[in-house]
């Protein structure tokens, strides 16, 4: 390691069990940068030199994929390191493009991450037969259906960058599984990520010029998405059951509260989404009453503080002394009576 070595960036995953916690920086080394993945005490050593051989199985197969490469790893005494990929955030291009009205760049995008999944062999399987996948994922999708193996788990698209030419580059394979994986959870599992959970917010600030339905309940995409690639949200509830699952297993803690209800609405009973303006009237009326609840706490924490007032004076008084002495002495009584 150079000794010009410097700090450009840290996150730690110390919310993970032992097995999977995990450093990330990023380190300037003279006239380069490096990617280090390093774990935290130890224990998770075993998982991230597995990224070395899951390497050896992804290059194959995507090798085979014109425009795509991918980070090649090399391994360290506390982890792994990659080189820095310099280049456009796929998942933020996504995200551009589809705020800026450019249909044609969103469907490319999307489409090229579909047709990197279909290009992984599979094979048709009851997942749930194998005890590992059963571990990890839980009951879901037990039935037969098409898996891919290795059964690469996160295939969203902030794991890709583009280059000046057009090229992409996987830059984090971390959850490759030596067990077949749905299909069906890998692709929805991004559909429900990137339009449900991280860009729910952004979307629906945008609904004015972006035009868009509810197609899982509470949740807003727009049409076209939603014409294209109907079969994918309907199949989130399941693929975010799984991933729940997934999350139980890596996390320290995952509490029940936080896991949601994915309800696919059926395309006849879909509404659309309210644009920012016909949000006006429900929001005075929400802050109207805000002012109304907020002047009756005040109204209740002053009588609170004047029956506070009027119970100190009775206590001080020389009458309520008298009695509440006549009433020790009596309790007293009482019970030396009964000894």
């Known amino acids: 390691m150079s000794a010009q070595r410097q700090l450009l960036y840290y996150v730690s995953q110390s919310g993970r069990q032992p097995k999977f916690a995990i450093t990330t920086s990023i380190y300037q080394d003279d006239d380069s940068r490096h990617v280090a993945k390093q774990s935290m005490g130890g224990e998770s050593l075993d998982h991230l030199h597995a990224m070395l051989a899951s390497y050896g199985q992804l290059n194959v197969l995507i090798d085979k994929i014109p425009g795509l490469d991918i980070v090649i790893p090399s391994k360290l005494d506390s982890g792994v390191e990659f080189p820095f990929i310099k280049g456009v955030n796929i998942e933020r291009k996504l995200l551009r493009s589809m705020l800026g009205g450019d249909e044609g760049v969103v469907k490319s995008i999307i489409n090229k991450l579909l047709s990197i999944v279909d290009s992984l062999p599979t094979t ?135 896991d949601v209800n994915y309800e696919y609405i059926h395309p006849t009973e879909r509404d659309t989404v309210p644009r920012p303006a016909q949000l006006v009237p429900e929001f005075i009326r929400s802050r109207e009453e805000i002012s109304r609840l907020s002047n009756k706490l005040i109204e209740l924490e002053r009588n609170h503080r004047e029956t506070h007032d009027k119970l100190e004076r009775v206590e001080l008084s020389g009458p309520y002394k008298v009695a509440k002495k006549l009433s020790q002495v009596k309790h007293l009584v009482s019970r030396l009576i009964k000894g």
């Not at 996948?133 to 059964?151: A, D, L, Q, T």
Request: aromatic share 18%; net charge negative; proline share 5%.
């Open 124 to 258: 048709i399987c009851n997942p749930v037969n194998n005890p590992e996948y059963k571990k990890v994922f839980g009951k879901n999708f037990n039935r037969e259906v098409e898996c891919v193996i290795p059964g690469i788990a996160d295939l969203n698209l902030d794991n890709f960058i583009e280059s000046a030419q057009g090229e992409w580059t996987l830059i984090d394979y971390e959850w490759v599984f030596n067990f077949p994986l749905p299909k069906q959870y890998i692709t929805s599992r991004f559909f429900a990520y990137f339009f449900l959970l991280k860009y729910q917010d952004i979307l629906r600030y945008h609904a004015d010029t972006v035009h868009q339905l509810e197609v899982v309940r509470g949740y807003g995409v727009p049409q076209y998405i939603i014409d294209s690639y109907e079969n994918y949200f309907e199949h989130i509830p399941e693929a975010m059951n799984a991933e729940s699952a997934f999350q139980k297993y890596v996390q320290k803690s995952h509490h029940s509260e936080d």
